[in-house]
DNA sequence: TCGTTTCATATTGTTGACAATCTTGCAATC
DNA sequence: GATTGCAAGATTGTCAACAATATGAAACGA
């Protein structure tokens, strides 16, 4: 007769990644058990194991004895992701010029005409799902399961280290570059395609500050951390 | 006054994988809560934090109410760890042609040697552990913290895989083709270093059967789980 | 003999209470 | 006024007991 049993450990990782993915989530917020708890009305064992899973996954810094923290990217590991989207990423589009159907194709344009109308309308926070949401698609219709989990990951944290090291107003992706690439696979030119990826990847960490460091002033007690 | 506090959730995944990949868990065994509890001498909240760890990774299918098993990974799965192993480690080892230093080369010239000892002594424990703990060192020696923790996960289910569809009786990393792939990464020698790779990857899932229906007749129960 | 039911056991899943640790606000001191 | 010390509250970490479910064996009937 268990039958208030609430989200599994897995739904509420999902939940966790999805808040951090739409940046609503920022880097350094403290992720408190007994809120999060009431927040998905489960026990806080369930909290826990979410927190272990995240932890792994890089998204939420565990320190002991104080609390789960949505994690703060270093300059490294901000350079890390990108070069490991570059690649991953150009696996990606290289197989979806292999194996692209119809109904692909469609689903992709779609997503992109939704991409235009929220730029068009200026909704910042749809904006931001949707742009990640792109690349999580090219993942997953390119039929690898690894590959789309992996992405998931990226994703993320590219979220994480857009919050942390954006250096201009616009935000990164924008959608005529994903339609660019989008054409580029509907005319199977995978040399194509996967120049614009790697050029669109350059435009968006292009956009971030990776040189400086950190300011330190605003933040010390989490830098020091 | 909290001194017992035993290893880590991470850790206690740590040397779960660790038995994975070294093949000392099989797939479909059982993990059972409380047996791993006494074992690492910490509470069952905390195994249970591992585990759901270990289940995100893919490592451990938890079936509800019913317990942690090891997974066993479809054919279909096994072609994509080893599609996306092409990629990771083709890009692993551009990385290293480019920025491999000579201490570097030396462990990895180390390494090497030590499986072929084991390789003649015909310690088969030591080989397996060896061969994938090879393909990691590489991993770690390109210096990208994301990509040696996609390899972490690739390695441990490609022991999954090869554990349940090896065909032949050889074991499927032999030293000499590490020892051609050191050789090419030394020489700064890029093309060949990723030609010998795809080769030596190829020449691994070659000795797999991924092709016929597995066997049931042994393991029905499991299978249909 | 085979299949079904029932019941004891084992295992998982959940909960609440407790101890250890950290944070915060306040007062005392220099 | 700034710093230190202390105490109250909040948060994390741990544990053991309990409920829910599945397993396996014995009893029963055809």
Redesign the pocket.
Known sequence: ??E???PSTQQIVEKVWLSIAERRLRPGV?????QLATIFS?????I?QALAVLERDGLVT?I?????FVSKPSVDEARDVFFVRRTVERCVVERLCKSVSKTDLKRLREHVAKERIANSQDVTSEIIKLSGGFHLLLAETAGSDFLFTTMRDLIARSSLITAVYRNTNRFNCGPDEHAEIVDAIAANDADKATRLMAHHLEHVESELDLTEIRDLSHDLRAALA
């Open positions: 007769m268990a208030q049993s609430g403290q992720l408190k058990e007994e489960v026990s806080r064992a369930r826990r565990i002991p004895n104080r609390g789960a």
